[in-house]
């Protein structure tokens, strides 16, 4: 008689299985040795050759709260197999088990959606149906990826953040480059915008680049702290 194991598909002659080979196919879904061995009918389902039956779920959320976490949710299932055999009663299976409420079908991609309280159910009837099981995303990954990315956009929204600059140090640095320009500065922080704007224009003319490249950074530092005072302290 062959066997399939559920998880990797591997198969297996029962005249001819060793312990290692017993071992392998428990420790596939468990992960523990000392799992069970009458449980084993849930881990190798008979092979007669053919292909077996494919369920392909994947786990998506219907409600989230306000901090983020995932409070309820839903697992897309998509059946693949002979219909008459396999698709059919599993189908006629949903139906009386799980209330409509519950429950919706998509003709046009032929996947069920249902609620997640009655995902222990349907995994158990799928397995015992020898539909081999296949997740796209479980629970577990969803709400995993869902921390990710909240963090990332966490530290993203942290690192974009604009950053609020002082006025009074905008001040400040501005009365020293015009001063570093020979322009100057008495009474420069009541100055109206006319006034400012002009002696801007002379500093710059002193720090431009083109004319003295040694001046650089300077004519940069000028303009940055301009951009800012002339929106929000030289208005009027």
């Not at 299976?93 to 995902?119: C, G, L, M, N, Q």
């Not at 159910?121 to 969803?142: D, I």
């Not at 500065?185 to 400012?196: F, G, L, N, P, Q």
Request: aromatic share 14%; with cysteine.
């Amino acid at each position: 008689m062959l066997y399939k194991c559920s998880n990797c598909q591997n198969i297996i002659d029962s005249e001819y299985i060793t312990l290692g080979q017993l071992n392998h196919f428990i420790t596939c879904i468990t992960g523990n040795f000392s799992y069970p061995y009458k449980k084993l009918n849930y881990i190798l389902v008979p092979f007669d050759g053919e292909e077996m039956p494919k369920a392909t779920l994947s786990y998506e959320a219907l409600q989230i709260d306000t901090e983020g976490n995932v409070t309820e949710g839903a697992y897309k299932l998509k059946l693949e197999g002979n219909f008459k055999s396999d698709i059919e009663p599993m189908v006629t299976f949903v139906k009386a088990a799980i209330p409509s409420s519950d429950r919706t079908y998509d003709p046009t991609t032929r996947e069920w959606f249902y609620h997640e309280k009655f995902h222990p159910t349907m995994e158990q009837a799928l397995k015992g149906s020898r539909f081999v099981l296949n997740y796209t995303v479980t629970k577990e990954q969803f709400v995993e990826l869902k921390r990710k990315q909240d963090e990332f956009a966490r530290q993203a929204g942290q690192t974009f953040q604009v950053k609020q600059y002082d006025t009074n140090e905008d001040l400040a640095k501005f009365g020293i480059l015009l001063t570093e320009a020979a322009i100057p500065t008495k009474d420069y922080v009541s100055w109206s915008r006319e006034i400012a704007t002009s002696f801007w224009k002379k500093a710059l003319k002193f720090f431009h680049p083109d004319l003295h490249p040694e001046r650089t950074e300077q004519a940069s530092e000028l303009n940055e702290v301009w951009s800012r005072l002339k929106e929000g302290y030289y208005i009027k």
